[in-house]
């Protein structure tokens, strides 16, 4: 656990023998430093490659970021999600650009997840990358 990460961040670790490779997307510089440091006293860990892409700053991406968290994580549909300490529906948003992350229980949750999101409105494209545990 990390405490700066969170649904505005996405984080993919793959480990090749000792080498650790960290690739996704990051709101603030100091999160992609903080985290390629703590991975690099993992044990068994030789090498981190720090693929981590910060985002651009913008005040519109901020606000974006933050309604269609409320597009989601408002509807009472996605309760079971919400209440989790760390929700598993990550939003990126890069440019006025939104892209899904993580993992749901169901297709219907990735469908109703999706438009939740094309719902709320001022984002150029909505990308759904959220993979589904069972159908």
Request: aromatic share 8%; charged share 20%.
């Amino acid at each position: 656990m990390y405490y700066a990460y969170g649904i505005f961040d996405n984080v993919n670790l793959e480990a090749q023998g000792d080498k650790l490779i960290v690739s996704g997307q990051v709101t603030q510089p100091f999160k992609k430093a903080d985290m390629g440091n703590m991975l690099t006293r993992v044990k068994g860990v030789a090498t981190v490659v720090n693929n981590l892409e910060v985002l651009p700053t913008s005040n519109f991406d901020d606000r974006l970021r933050l309604t269609v968290a409320r597009a989601i994580y408002g509807d009472p549909f996605f309760l079971h999600y919400a209440d989790q300490p760390l929700p598993p529906i990550h939003i990126i948003v890069k440019n006025g650009n939104v892209t899904l992350e993580g993992m749901v229980a169901t297709t219907m949750d990735r469908t109703k997840a999706a438009m939740s999101a094309r719902g709320a409105g001022l984002s150029f494209s909505v990308v759904d990358n959220l993979r589904v545990e069972r159908s």
